[in-house]
């Protein structure tokens, strides 16, 4: 295992070296020491690497992620997961705002709490907070699913595209075009699949799903209260 | 028509005249407001209103076919590894796949390439034929993010940062469901055929403070390689340069409320920002300020159309200029050829600006395939390079009336204005006069 310590190492040096992975993937596993709340520690991976840090982060940690298998131990900043196409990302503690931010693809899991605006413009990615997330969550969320163990804040869902929303606890208020839908057979199984994925301990049955009502989806007069 | 009602004694109205009069009955016929591409149509105050001081007894000029007057730029020299160098300092405006066909956008990278100039990707992302076709090619990064991934951030020769454009100071991309075909929306992540509406704002960052850490970010990921560019529309300019810079921008391209759009209101584009006339001198006066002018380069759009215009900008303090509209109209965007095919859709040559509709008759700003099959990328890219062969020509022989041995040698103090708003925003004297309106007598 390669260990970098950011009390002595620049984030400049760790990143290069997990970028020199992507062509040789000769050190697959990595251990970050005293992250300090550094930002973009991690960003921009791709290769199959497991990367361990240890302690909080700064804005954008494991941004862009390809393939990688990045464990905060700790607290993350500002747009952890942002634009992630693949991979997995795992934050023992909370998330600051814009977790997974435009994300494509691969899972990103928030074992504490997700700040405003989580999932926003997500694309394609899995989302699963093991507790609550704030106001604005899934903010003209176009693909991918959000999965909430806890509450939502206010206006969740607004301005939906695709996506597919889950939550357990209150919603505080739903967003423009954003409604309830009914829990079929096939959203009970994925979400299943995505809670065990995540490793969190949670009946799916106790769930509510939201999405698009589609009424937005095309500039009408008749909707222009909405905007 | 107009001279028998003004014979007959009929007067219009200055105030509801019938551009007026027509939009508030289309207005009332369709409770929306009206959506059209192009730029601002208003006048405003312009490159047409200075004029340069050629070489006299006090300055010699160098022989027009026989001197050197160099046209090189090289972009991104603050932090980047590998600063863009083009030959000439006329690049291509962002504009993306989506609002623009694949031949029109293959037709700008090979154009641009031809002349060793850049192209710029838009919302929506990169597509194969730009990035094959362009030797120099800017990545945009985007609110929307829309298609924005890192192979592509990569392959990039540099990354431009949008915050706003000129057309639209404060707003976001819009693309009507006529445009998002199956190609489109799977790039874009959304379903076929809807209007889609791009946000205003990033998603994960908010204010310069944000910013700076965002630039860190993107250099990172790319090793610290690519010139970062800020894209702003000109309003408050002066202070919008000083964030970008303190924010950690290679280069700053400014785009005044002249800049063309895809889609957006009407009401936006003709009365949101600053002409770009008046937006080049804050921006020279907050990077000189800064002890950057240079070092950050200073990239200047929004109504850039002749080689007067090109040296114009620069003699005000731009390192290059960046074209969107005239790129189009070169490559054949309002072509008389097309009248008869304007004139069915309710437009005429020379006046099309319904870009958002997707049925341009010159195969530009559409993605239907028959329509798009009109643009022959090889002839569009000629056609291009043609013209930006010629803007760089007619700058030089101004420069070099100057007395110049490169464009970026022009300066403030060759140019003297017509009006008394061109020199009040140009910072440079009334023709005539050793008087700048505001800096006293």
């Known amino acids: 295992m390669k260990t970098i310590d950011l009390d002595h190492q620049s984030v400049r040096e760790l990143n290069q070296g997990l970028h020199d992975q992507a062509s040789a993937c000769t050190e697959p596993e990595w251990l970050v020491l005293n992250p300090a709340g550094k930002h973009a520690i991690a960003c921009g991976l791709n290769a199959k690497l497991s990367v361990d840090i240890q302690g909080h982060a700064g804005y954008y940690c494991a941004g862009m992620n390809q393939q990688a298998s990045v464990t905060l131990h700790g607290n993350a900043g500002q747009g952890v997961a942002e634009n992630m196409m693949s991979g997995l990302v795992r934050v023992r503690g909370n998330a600051s705002q814009s977790a997974a931010a435009t994300a494509h693809g691969g899972l990103l899991v928030v074992e504490g709490d997700a700040a405003a605006r989580c999932g926003i413009s997500m694309k394609g990615v899995d989302i699963v907070v093991g507790g609550s997330v704030g106001h604005m969550s899934a903010f003209m969320a176009q693909a ?13 869902g607004d301005s939906l595209y695709e996506a597919r929303i889950y939550v357990k606890g209150k919603v505080a208020s739903l967003g423009a075009d954003c409604i309830e839908k009914p829990m079929r057979d096939e959203h009970l199984a994925e979400l299943r699949e995505l809670l065990n994925r995540a490793g969190i301990d949670a009946n799916p049955s106790d769930f509510r799903r939201y999405g698009s009502a589609r009424e937005l989806y095309h500039f009408k007069v008749d909707n222009a209260a909405a905007y | 028509m107009t001279d028998v009602y003004v014979k007959a004694g009929l007067r219009e109205s200055a105030t509801f005249d019938r551009i007026t009069i027509n939009e508030i009955q289309r207005a009332a016929d369709t409770g929306i407001y009206d959506i059209r591409g192009f730029g601002a149509k208003r006048r405003v105050p312009h490159f047409d209103d200075l004029l340069f001081l050629g070489a006299s007894m006090s300055r010699y000029p160098l022989e027009g076919y026989r001197e050197k007057c160099a046209t090189d730029v090289t972009l991104g020299t603050r932090f980047a590894k590998r600063p863009l160098k083009l030959d000439i300092p006329v690049t291509i405006a962002g504009m993306s796949f989506g609002a623009l066909s694949a031949q029109a956008k293959e037709a700008l990278g090979r154009g641009a390439s031809i002349v060793g100039t850049s192209t710029t990707t838009g919302d929506g992302g990169m597509t194969p034929e730009e990035r094959g076709q362009s030797k120099h090619l800017v990545y945009q990064y985007l609110p929307s993010r829309y298609g924005m991934n890192p192979d592509d951030l990569r392959k990039g ?9 000129g057309a639209k100071p404060g707003g976001g991309g819009m693309l009507l469901g006529q445009k998002i075909t199956e190609r489109v929306a799977g790039m874009r992540t959304l379903p076929v055929g809807i209007d889609q509406r791009s946000a205003c704002r990033h998603p994960d960052w908010t204010g310069p403070d944000d910013l700076a850490i965002k630039i860190e970010e993107l250099r990172e990921i790319t090793d610290w390689q690519k010139p970062i560019f800020i894209k702003i529309g000109a309003t408050r300019t002066y202070y919008d340069v000083k964030l970008a810079v303190k924010a950690g921008a290679d280069v700053i391209v400014l785009d005044g409320m002249q800049g063309g759009t895809a889609a957006t ?9 600053i002409p770009t ?7 020279v006066q907050a990077l000189q300020e800064m002890d950057m002018h240079r070092q950050v380069q200073l990239i200047v759009s929004g109504g850039i159309r002749t080689g007067a215009d090109v040296a114009k900008a620069m003699a005000l303090g731009a390192d290059a200029v960046g074209i969107g509209t005239a790129a189009l109209i070169a490559m054949g965007c309002n072509h008389p050829k097309w009248n008869q095919d304007y004139e069915a859709i309710g437009s005429a040559a020379g006046y099309y600006d319904d870009y958002h509709e997707g049925r341009c008759p010159a195969g530009i700003s559409t993605q239907d395939p028959e329509l798009s099959q009109r643009l022959d990328p090889v002839d569009g890219g000629r056609r291009l390079a043609n013209y930006l062969r010629v803007l760089t020509m007619e700058a030089q022989t101004l420069a070099r009336a100057c007395g110049k041995s490169h464009l970026h040698n022009l300066e403030p103090e060759d140019l003297v204005a017509l009006t008394v708003e061109a020199a009040a925003m140009a910072r440079v004297p009334l023709a005539g006069t050793n008087w700048i309106p505001g800096q006293g007598f």
């Open chain 2, 157 to 165: 020769d540099a990354i431009e940062v949008v915050l706003g454009q």
């Open chain 2, 277 to 283: 006339l008046a937006a080049i001198p804050q921006a």
């Open chain 2, 265 to 273: 209101q009407e009401v936006f584009i003709e009365h949101v920002g």
């Open chain 1, 144 to 156: 991918g699913r959000l999965v909430v163990c806890g509450d939502a804040g206010e206006t969740l």
